[in-house]
Every structure is written in C-alpha cells, then in structure tokens.
C-alpha cells in the first residue's frame, strides 16, 4: 500500500498493509482448506473424525447372519497460538515526513509474520507425513513425481498440489521428461516459469530443503526434494482471530507503538493425503 507525502501512518494502514501480506500466503499455508473459527468462544476446536473401519459388504450364506457396519468416531482437538509484532511510530518520523522509512517497516512487520506463519503450516506438514517415496539419488526427476503420484492415489486420495525446493525445481529444469510433458515445452527452460504438471499446480519453496543427501541425512541446502499433497483433505488452517491491529502510547520514547496480531492454528487430519518425495 503506497503512501503519499501528506498521509500518515495510522492503526487501520498497518492493519490493512500487514493483512495484505499474510493473507497473500506462502507455499505451505497453501496445502491447507481454511477454517474461520472467529465464533467458537474457545480456544480449543474439535474435530470428530470417522474412522474407516467400517464393515465391508460380502456374501452371506442363506440363513446367515448379516455383517453389522460399525464406525468409529476420532476426536481430535486443536488448540490455537497468537502470533503478534510491532512497529514504534516515533514524534520524528510522523513530523518529518519519514513516510517511505516507516511504510517500509511495516511491510517488514507484515513479511515477518507471514514467514512465521507459512513456517508453523510447514512444520505440521513435515511431522505429519506418512511415507516417504523417491530414488534418493541426488536429482530429482518426471520419475520421482510419477512415484509421489501413484503413492497417494494407493490410499485413495487425488493429489493436486506439488512443492518443490530449489535443489528440485533445478533438476526439473533441464529433465527432458519433464519438458515434454509440459504444455509449454522448451518454454519451461527458458522462462522458468513451471505452472502446473500432470494435473498438479506446482509451487518453488526457496526456505526449506525438502530432500536428503544419499546418504538419508539432511544437509542445508542439499534438497532435490518435494511434497505431493492433496489440499482437499489433508488439513486445515483454522483462524480464531483474524489479523488485528492495536496502539499505545510509549510517552519515554515519544513514540506511538502499533502492534499487529492474530491466532492460529493448523492441523493435518489425514496424513495420508501427502507423501514426501525424495529425489
């Protein structure tokens, strides 16, 4: 949000400038459906999950008992964190007009706590991966997608979504396989640009390395690494109080302090709707 030399910083633009930023996510907030829980009055949400343990249906001998479908129900309850900055509007910088300075600030405010977040969606993402699939050869390739592909659909889920680090999208880059199952072609090579694959909306992550070295260990910046996910089920991200603003006076400082915040939570439900994929 640009500001003009004769506007100032108030509570409502920081509000408005650090929303913007948060609710234009990162990567791994994109793996999950979200959940307004603005209403509950608690700080706990509750999911109740069936379990797929129902009886299945099979042939019954005359005068035989009928099978009973039984289900069961999971409880699982998520508890929320607040996630909170702030920025100090000095005497100085409001007279003095030091309007780029401080807008710049806030956008910092509001990167800030959009990386904390996308970084509490991929934590969850990470410990609650169920299988890990891939040659683990140091590159990544079309083989290894085809891998991830076939080891979510085996649990009857529809992946839609893919992450790749950059060791990854590095690799995919210059994979001939991969080229040409790309609309785009050779196009991909020289603009970079990936898009969507095999009927998966593709995302760079260049925060985490998802791979490993050959030899299973994790290396910062090894990778050649990606998740294969679907958004659909996997989890959700649950907002108990949306991005809100609040200001007090610092009189020792002669400064106005506003301070930007939210709660949040995240939670993977079934985990088998996402495969790690190590190249």
């Keep these: 949000m640009a500001l003009k030399a004769q506007d100032v910083i108030t509570e409502d633009f920081v509000r408005d400038t650090v929303e913007e930023l948060v609710e234009a996510d990162l990567v791994y907030r994109e793996v999950f459906d979200q959940i307004n829980a603005t209403s509950i009055q608690s700080n706990a949400y509750q999911f109740n999950i069936a379990e797929d343990n ?17 289900n069961t ?31 710049r ?11 904390v977040l996308n ?12 299988r890990t699939v891939g040659d683990n050869n140091d590159s990544f390739s079309f083989a290894d997608i085809r891998d991830g592909i076939i080891a979510v659909r085996e649990n009857d889920y529809s992946p839609d979504t893919m992450i790749l680090d950059l060791q990854a999208y ?3 880059l210059t994979d001939s396989n991969f080229n040409r199952a790309t609309a785009s072609g050779d196009q991909v090579v020289a603009t970079g640009e990936i898009g969507e694959i095999a009927g998966l909306n593709v995302l760079i992550d260049n925060t985490q390395s998802i791979g490993t070295d050959n030899s299973g260990n994790e290396i910062d910046g090894t990778g050649h690494g990606a998740y294969l996910i679907d958004t ?10 949306p991005m809100g603003t609040n200001s007090y006076e610092d009189p020792e400082r002669m400064a106005e302090v506003v301070q930007a915040y939210t709660r949040r939570s995240w939670k993977a439900l079934f985990p088998k709707a996402a495969v790690k994929i190590d190249g």
């Design 232 to 241: 659909d089920r996997f989890g959700y991200e649950l907002s108990r109080t």
């Design 73 to 103: 129900v999971d409880t699982v309850t998520v508890n929320f964190d607040k996630f909170a900055g702030e920025i100090a509007l000095t005497m100085e910088s409001q007279e003095d007009g030091l309007l780029d300075m401080k807008a």
């Design 105 to 115: 600030e806030v956008e910092d405010l509001g990167r800030a706590m959009d990386e």
């Design 170 to 172: 590095g690799d995919l």
């Design 119 to 130: 970084y509490e969606a991929y934590q969850e993402l990470e410990n609650n991966i169920s």
């Design 54 to 70: 129902m009886g299945r249906v099979r042939m019954v001998p005359e005068g035989a008992e009928i099978p009973r479908h039984q």
